[in-house]
């Protein structure tokens, strides 16, 4: 036996008065946590006492993918924490509740054939499954998912109270969804203000990186960072910083890097940051050895200053696809910084030539006049 609620079943009238003590426990504790993890934690004791079920799961959608990802997951049952992490929308029980906003119960997952993931459940001790949309007055977030290892677990629950419940929850992490993004956006301002700052006092290049290096690793986690320059005589890039605590053994300076075939020279040549892993460019002696050492992914950015590519900033991580798109974004902004500084580095190491130069001569035409 399995429904589909219809949308108008999820109007709740008159709640019995244990039911509003729940909601309030609820309210209670969404009200005192500001992260998820721990709000969950303490929502599925609170949820035990109104639902019975071993497994409870919320699941969110990712657009990016179209793809339904578990958020958390609460289980008295070991084995379910080897379920997959994520579903696709289409085929999928979670992704139909998402797409049509509407509650889905199943008194036993097994028989259902309507959908392609409950060949997926037949692994699992999964039975009575009920799965609720959470969703705000802004956006469909995702779902919650109740599941118990009995049959017919769901069949006479109270829907419109369940979907109380789960508005209360969605609500929830809408809150803490800006939280994070405000947090996230004052980090990154406060990040570039800190570079910034950096970059006013430095022009050794070397002294500039480690110091961007450990004002970008607060926003972006790095193992190691890497500057290097335009040679515009060799039309090669040339290594002339590297921040790798790890692994210091590694830099060679002024070291020719190809701009084919590598992660820092595509994004020298098309002027875009990229992201990638070490294995795409590990034919070349210059990544195999930074791939022997253990750097899995890296993401590179121009530095672009008055028009001209003056040459790459690159971070890198021990594990793959440590960057994601957000983390090159912001790494673009910071290259745009740093481009300037180290505009101002190459002049002043020019001016300083000049100037050891201009004393050179001075001393030889004194001796010539001396002579």
């Not at 109007?11 to 504790?29: I, N, R, T, V």
């Not at 290096?213 to 910083?241: F, M, N, W």
Request: contains cysteine; glycine residues 6%; charged residues 20%.
């Amino acid at each position: 036996m399995s429904f589909i609620a219809d949308s108008a079943q999820t109007a709740a009238a008159g709640l019995p008065a244990q039911q509003y003590l729940a909601l309030l426990e609820l309210s209670k504790a969404i009200g005192s946590h500001r992260g998820l993890p721990d709000l969950f934690h303490e929502l599925a004791g609170h949820l035990h006492k109104l639902f019975d079920f071993h497994n409870l799961t919320v699941m969110l959608h990712d657009p990016r993918r179209n793809v339904m990802k578990t958020l958390t997951l609460d289980t008295t049952e070991p084995v379910m924490l080897a379920a997959p992490t994520e579903v696709p929308v289409e085929g999928s029980i979670v992704g139909w509740v998402w797409k049509n906003q509407q509650p889905f119960v199943t008194a036993d997952v097994q028989q259902e054939t309507g959908f392609v993931t409950t060949k997926i459940a037949r692994n699992f001790p999964v039975k009575s499954v009920c799965i609720l949309p959470l969703t705000t007055t802004h956006e469909p977030l995702g779902v919650l998912s109740f599941a118990s290892d009995k049959t017919g677990v769901y069949d006479d629950l109270d829907l419109g109270f369940a979907q109380l419940v789960a508005a209360q929850i969605a609500v929830a992490m809408e809150a803490q969804r800006y939280r994070d993004q405000l947090t996230h956006e004052r980090d990154r301002s406060q990040l570039l203000l800190e570079i910034n700052n950096t970059l006013v006092s430095n022009l050794n290049l070397r002294e500039l990186l480690a110091a961007i290096s450990g004002c970008l690793r607060k926003v972006i986690p790095h193992d190691a960072a890497g500057l290097a320059l335009y040679d515009s005589e060799s039309h090669t890039l040339q290594a002339s910083a590297l921040e790798f605590p790890a692994n210091e053994e590694l830099f060679i300076e002024n070291e020719t890097i190809p701009l084919e075939g590598t992660l820092v020279g595509r994004a020298f040549n098309t002027r875009q940051t990229v992201i990638g892993n070490t294995q795409e460019f590990a034919q070349l002696p210059f990544v195999r050895r930074f791939a022997e050492a253990g750097l899995r992914s890296a993401c590179s950015a121009p530095l672009i200053s008055h028009d001209r590519v003056l040459g790459v900033l690159t971070v890198a991580s021990l594990n793959e696809n440590a960057f994601a798109e957000e983390d090159g974004e912001l790494l673009g902004q910071v290259a745009g910084q740093v481009a300037i500084a180290v505009e101002n580095a190459l002049a002043f190491r020019e001016i300083d030539t000049l100037k050891d130069k201009l004393t050179r001569e001075k001393l030889y035409l004194e001796e010539e006049i001396l002579t």
